[in-house]
């Protein structure tokens, strides 16, 4: 059986508006203890996202505790459509270098996947990606034949004057 980002998302994603003020997002956080906030307008429609660093840095450089949202807001690079098939949703999640990401319908927030979240969903329903190889590092390459390195070093030492070259 294959999933999809539905069926393995939570639907608690924590969404603010973008003219909240800094020091509204940082309780929130801080009460919920989640890693993002996730920006939205009215219609639900996802705008970005203010990572828990951004906070943190915004706090540690004395930023105005009433400045808006929208000053820390980045673009979510990586989102998951609702029917994103759960192996596309852990290759974006591990080549973005994301513990959680956006799920979202329409262009509008339903919910987040983390990547404990997919494992706990995987463990429950015993489900197969399907894509060993898409973890697997590449094959390491056979080293080069010893002529080639022979050959290698030889023109090496030719290049930085330490052997002149013998006619054949």
Sequence with gaps: ??????????????????????HKAIERLAADGECDVYIVNEEGALLGIVPDYELLKARLLDASPTQPLAAFMTPAACVAEAETPLCEVAVRLRSCLQRQMPVVENGRLIGRITRTGLLRFLAQ????????????????????PPN???????AEAVNSGAETTRPD
């Design 148 to 154: 080639f390195l022979r050959a290698l070093r030889r």
């Design 1 to 22: 059986m294959q999933g999809t980002a539905r069926d393995a998302m939570s639907a608690d994603a924590l969404t603010m508006s973008a003219e909240q003020p800094l």
């Design 125 to 144: 329903q015993q489900v197969s990606l399907g894509t060993e190889d898409a973890f697997d590092p590449p094959p390491r390459q056979s080293p080069p």
